[in-house]
């Protein structure tokens, strides 16, 4: 795991070398271990490693082939480089490391931008070829790893994080009042290629962009899965869906395995982390350290899910590792987590992943996480609404149990210059919904949520909080052959007892029932669900001060209203309602710093 930039010129003049050198120094966080660059007239190339695979100055990036003429910043991990190393081997070429990085540059040198499909893995990357000056980005089948634009005359920057393009200068902050309705209707989502910057956007997940010299570039989608039921599983019970399933997770945590260092797994208890030590349990891995995270209770919430964690740490005998944060350590922890954040994230657990990784920083470089099997299999509570709803009208039915606010809500938040005359987050949920691919109101939910929602929340919220301690997180339920089966699956066996039925029936053989049959659970942070003392004035300080007034988000009055109930106004999901127009305030406000 890496952060990587670059500098791109189409006018004839060399990459701004220092703006490269400033945006790489702004992410040493992803990449602790070491740092280079490298220009070659109108490319210039930077990179921050995070040692993993091949951990000898070899593996070094930016990786140049000079006998290939290509030169590359990957960040990422290709689990299955070992076996695409093999069949470039055998086709002729020959390797100067042992990192997963040059086999990008073989392959892509062998098969060209499709490449990717070969991939098996995450990553973002971009090459640079010498004899055509061609630069290709691409971007993983599920965004795990993120990658940031910013154009300008004559020139393109990229960058894993936005902080970096904007250290990198000339950047447009204007707020793009599309995102910014997409911020506070989805959840804080805001799909690509939009950010909540005019000037700053982020190419697609499942995408390759290749740039010629001049300047233009063609897009190529290279993924997108079909959530829709297939012929040849149609005679399928639900047990041979069960054994699929399980099959397909079980390949996925091994492949991701694949390191020089070792792999921990963060556990939180809940199904999902626990069948991720199960199955590593079961192929024989032994001294495994496991790391779960507890908070003081607040607002009469618990602060920690121990009892379910120390039963799975206990059944399969890992080095379990609690860590519980006291109340004083949260205050202090809200800035730089949301400083860490490439976007703005409204979900409260942001700072629990940041404080976690923090802590597990010190022991391991890779986790395992179970993040993902909610969206992939239907584990959230909106999705059961929509199993009787019409194919025509789901757009209607996820609005009222998913949107954080109507349009009108927005118009009356929002000061009159970010106003919208139209409902551009409907529009954009109907389109994605009412496209071909999806059979039902359900899968057409799970297709958006999985390819929109979570690679803008749950996987963003993962990689910025781990990549802020130089963690890298690998994320098995997000393997796209798992993705690809789980999308096939007929509704109602996700659906089943109370979501993830088919996860949790084929679970059975390997994890407690206390585990599997539990209520399901979340990251607990009930200082920040309930917002008083310190954390609320923090709050209260980022939405009046002079930054905060200047922009002119938000309608005074609104603000007003809610700082003096400050718990009073929740989004459908139950998020505090004052909460996220905090963390937007805080987070451009932190950009700005």
């Not at 660059?37 to 490319?43: D, I, K, S």
């Not at 911020?183 to 805001?190: C, D, L, P, R, W």
């Not at 054994?243 to 390949?251: G, K």
């Not at 109507?406 to 409902?423: C, S, V």
């Amino acid at each position: 795991m890496c952060g990587i930039c670059g500098d791109i010129t189409f006018d004839g003049t060399s990459a701004d070398l220092s703006a490269v050198n400033r945006m790489t120094a702004a992410m040493s966080s992803r990449g602790p271990d070491s740092d280079g660059v490298v220009a070659y007239g109108r490319v210039a190339f930077g990179h921050r490693r995070l040692s993993i695979i091949d951990l000898s100055a070899c593996g070094a990036q930016p990786m140049v082939d000079s006998e290939l003429g290509l030169t590359l910043v990957f960040n990422g991990c290709i689990y299955n480089y070992h076996e695409l190393r093999a069949e470039l081997q055998y086709a002729g070429y020959g390797f100067f490391s042992t990192a997963d990085s040059e086999v990008v540059i073989k392959a892509y040198h062998r098969w060209g931008p499709r490449c990717v499909e070969r991939f098996k893995g995450m990553f973002a990357f971009a090459i640079a070829d010498r004899d055509t000056g061609v630069v290709a980005l691409a971007r993983d089948r599920l965004g795990i790893k993120p990658l940031y634009l910013a154009e300008a005359a004559g020139r393109l920057r990229f960058a894993s994080t936005i902080r970096a393009l904007l250290r990198g200068g000339d950047v447009d902050t204007d707020i793009d009042r599309h995102a910014l309705h997409h911020y506070m209707t989805f959840h804080s989502v805001v799909p690509a290629p939009r950010t909540i910057y005019q000037g700053v956007r982020k190419l697609p997940p499942a995408t390759v962009r290749v740039i010629a010299p001049d300047g233009t570039h063609e897009d190529t989608v290279y993924w997108n899965p079909v959530f829709s039921r297939q012929p040849e599983r149609s005679s399928w019970s639900a047990r041979d869906w069960q054994h699929a399933v399980l099959d397909a997770l079980r390949t996925a945590v091994d492949r991701r395995m694949v390191a020089d260092v070792p792999v921990g797994v963060l556990l939180s208890g809940g199904i999902d982390s626990s069948l991720v030590v199960a199955l590593l349990a079961e192929r024989g891995q032994t001294e495994l350290e496991t790391f779960s995270i507890g908070f003081d209770s607040a607002g009469g919430e618990s602060g920690d899910e121990y009892q379910y964690s120390d039963l799975v740490a206990d059944t399969f005998g890992t080095e379990h590792h609690r860590i519980h944060i006291d109340s004083s350590r949260l205050v202090p922890a809200v800035a730089p987590t949301i400083a860490a954040m490439s976007e703005p994230m409204v979900s409260h657990d942001c700072v629990a992943f940041y404080l976690l990784s923090e802590e597990v920083s010190k022991s391991v470089k890779v986790v395992q996480s179970g993040q993902g099997a909610d969206e992939i299999l239907a584990g959230y509570d909106w999705y059961p609404p929509l199993a009787s709803v019409a194919r025509n009208q789901v757009t209607d039915a996820y609005a009222k149990v998913f949107f954080d606010r109507t349009h009108d809500d927005i118009r009356a938040l929002l000061a009159p210059d970010f106003h919208l005359d139209r409902d551009v987050s409907y529009d954009f949920v109907a389109a994605h919904q009412e496209a071909a691919g999806a059979d039902s109101a359900v899968d057409a939910a799970l297709r958006l949520d999985t390819t929109v929602m979570l690679v803008d929340d749950p996987v963003k919220r993962v990689d910025n909080m781990t990549m802020a301690w130089g963690l890298e997180a690998r994320v098995p339920f997000l393997d796209h052959d798992f993705v690809e089966l789980a999308a096939t699956c007929p509704p109602e066996l996700k659906l089943a007892s109370g979501g993830k039925g088919v996860l949790k029936d084929a679970a059975r053989t390997l994890l407690p029932a206390e585990v599997i049959d539990r209520t399901k659970g979340y990251f607990p942070v009930p200082g920040i669900r309930h917002l008083h003392g310190e954390v609320l004035d923090l709050v209260r300080e980022s939405l009046t001060n002079k930054a905060a007034r200047q922009r002119g988000l938000y309608q005074p009055k609104a603000v007003e209203v809610m700082l003096a109930a400050p718990n009073d106004q929740r989004t459908t999901l139950g998020s505090n309602a004052l909460w996220q127009l905090a963390v937007l305030e805080m987070w451009l406000q932190a950009m700005e710093s």
